[in-house]
T-cell receptor, first 116, second 111 residues
Framework: GAVVSQHPSRVICKSGTSVKIECRSL??????MFWYRQFPKKSLMLMAT?????????EQGVEKDKFLINHASLTLSTLTVTSAHPEDSSFYIC????????????FGPGTRLTVT | QKEVEQNSGPLSVPEGAIASLNCTYS??????FFWYRQYSGKSPELIMS????GDKEDGRFTAQLNKASQYVSLLIRDSQPSDSATYLC???????????FGTGTKLQVIP
């Protein structure tokens, strides 16, 4: 149980385009989902916390107009990187907390974004 | 002071030995504690959660929590080369819903 999927696993896009990443909880309902990014050999950096049916809470320094988060259902959250730049290239990982469980967060497999 | 502190390592142990990974945290009101394993290029995988003082065992893994000392550890018995990864300690500070991660300890199990 507690499986989280992400799609796509890998994406290459051109500067100026937008990319959407989907995060799904497959076998549980997630009232809260989290979006992280991670640069090579660096720590996880929380970008935003997403609660179903409400606006995401962004961490300091994360541009909400650039990283659009939608959490429309209890099993799906999306992150859209708008007007992508090469410096947005990173490993984006979502996690989800089981509505019926404890405080554990289960991570998706991640999406590697490369902006050319 | 960092909220969650871990030695970055690498911690090298021979195959079959016990690996001991340590973590300290600053918020005395923290109630939830987790250990994640992250292989290079992959996302974190939950190994253990612990909420009460004492030991919690799951297979070769034992998590230990001491709230008075604000200390949580992970023991890996009979270490295998496949255990080589970065281990992340994670804590939910009191009154918050988001997890604070340590920077991780890199473990190398030498065959």
């Amino acid at each position: 149980g507690a499986v989280v999927s992400q799609h796509p696993s890998r994406v290459i896009c051109k500067s100026g385009t937008s990319v959407k990443i989907e995060c799904r909880s497959l076998d549980f309902q997630a009232t809260t989902m989290f979006w992280y990014r991670q640069f090579p050999k660096k720590s996880l950096m929380l970008m935003a916390t997403s609660n179903e049916g409400s606006k995401a809470t962004y961490e300091q320094g994360v541009e909400k107009d650039k990283f659009l988060i939608n959490h429309a259902s209890l099993t799906l959250s999306t992150l859209t990187v708008t007007s992508a730049h090469p410096e947005d290239s990173s490993f984006y990982i979502c996690s989800a907390r089981d509505r019926a469980g404890g405080n554990e967060q289960y991570f998706g497999p991640g999406t590697r974004l490369t902006v050319t | 002071q960092k909220e969650v502190e871990q030695n970055s390592g690498p911690l090298s142990v021979p195959e079959g030995a016990i690996a001991s990974l340590n973590c300290t945290y600053s918020d005395r009101g923290s109630q939830s504690f987790f250990w994640y394993r992250q292989y290079s290029g992959k996302s974190p995988e939950l190994i253990m959660s612990i909420y009460s003082n004492g030991d919690k065992e799951d297979g070769r893994f034992t998590a230990q929590l001491n709230k008075a000392s604000q200390y949580v550890s992970l023991l890996i018995r009979d270490s295998q080369p496949s255990d080589s990864a970065t281990y992340l300690c994670a804590v939910i500070p009191g009154g918050y819903q988001k997890v604070t991660f340590g920077t991780g300890t890199k473990l190398q199990v030498i065959p």
